[in-house]
């Protein structure tokens, strides 16, 4: 049994969320507001970042994952595309000596093979500086989806046990969850959402299953220390019952 399954067994949960999973959304929006491009938003969206990483850090939060790019963000103007990657890229290259600082291991997950050979060339060399790191973990999704997650594992496991196809009963959680791009971490705890919209948008489908799901109305350039500190507070205050009734927990303790 995979002890950190919510759906296989009972995770153990304390005040502070292990996990926090966060769709920064609304810079955008941020930007527009205030007659600016879009893009301006994207690159005050960076300094949230660093303001996430820190408080998270502080509060010993021990894996913060932050949705950076979807798959379906392809869509967008090419021109915004161009500059999400250059941000990105600028980023790796500035950040990654202030992360070691920091004790924080960096993980990017996605899709990588669209991006240019630099770029992933960037992601690998940050991810092998920071590798020895312990305080927090950061995941980066970028060219992530949810979809994409579960097909990529599901391949994978029949790669490696074609005899899966004959047995199917063999089939369990365990295997799709273990090839999961994000395998070396727990489920989240808590969800964030900035910028107002209460949805997925195909972030981490699986894992969220038991998730606390948080969403304000917040941009996430203005998003900060105090908006997380209101987040936490407010996720100290559910009952997570993975299934079972509120007095089953009261007998418990
Ligand atoms: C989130 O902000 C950043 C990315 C998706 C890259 P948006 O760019 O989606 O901002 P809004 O939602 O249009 O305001
Ligand atoms: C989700 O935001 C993806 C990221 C924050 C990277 P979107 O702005 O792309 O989501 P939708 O299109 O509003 O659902
Ligand atoms: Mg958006």
């Known amino acids: 049994m995979n002890p950190l399954s919510s759906t296989c067994s009972i995770?153990?949960?304390g005040e502070t969320p292990r996990h926090v999973a966060i769709i920064m959304d609304g810079n955008g929006r941020w930007a527009t507001q205030r007659c600016l491009p879009r893009t301006a938003g994207h690159v005050r969206g960076v300094q949230a970042v660093r303001r996430a990483v820190e408080a998270c850090g502080r509060r010993g939060v021990e894996y913060l994952t932050l949705f950076a790019f979807s798959s379906e963000n392809w869509r967008r103007p090419a021109q915004e595309v161009t500059?999400?990657?250059r941000l990105f890229v600028r980023t790796l290259e500035k950040e990654v000596d202030k992360l070691i600082a920091q004790g924080v291991r960096l993980r990017i997950v996605g899709d990588?093979?669209?991006f240019d050979a630099k770029l992933q060339g960037l992601i690998r060399e940050a991810e092998a500086k920071t590798a020895e790191q312990s305080a927090l973990t950061l995941t980066i999704a970028a060219n992530y989806g949810g979809r994409w997650d579960i097909l990529q594992a599901t391949r994978a496991l029949l790669e490696a046990h074609p005899e899966l196809q004959q047995?199917?009963?063999l089939l369990d959680e365990a295997a799709i969850s273990e090839r999961l791009a994000m395998a070396y971490a727990?489920?989240?705890d808590l969800f964030i959402r900035t910028g107002g919209e209460q949805r997925i948008s195909n972030f981490l489908i699986w894992q969220l299953a038991y998730t606390e799901l948080y969403f304000t109305n917040c941009y996430w350039p203005d998003?900060?220390?105090?908006e997380i500190e209101q987040a936490f507070i407010w996720y100290r205050q559910r009952e997570r019952r993975f299934?079972?009734?509120s007095e089953?927990?009261?007998e418990a303790h």
């Open 167 to 169: 047995h199917p009963e």
């Open 223 to 226: 998003f900060g220390a105090n």
């Open 83 to 85: 500059l999400l990657m």
């Open 243 to 245: 299934g079972r009734t």
């Open 11 to 13: 995770p153990v949960t």
């Open 186 to 188: 727990p489920e989240p």
């Open 112 to 114: 990588l093979s669209a």
């Open 248 to 250: 089953q927990l009261h």
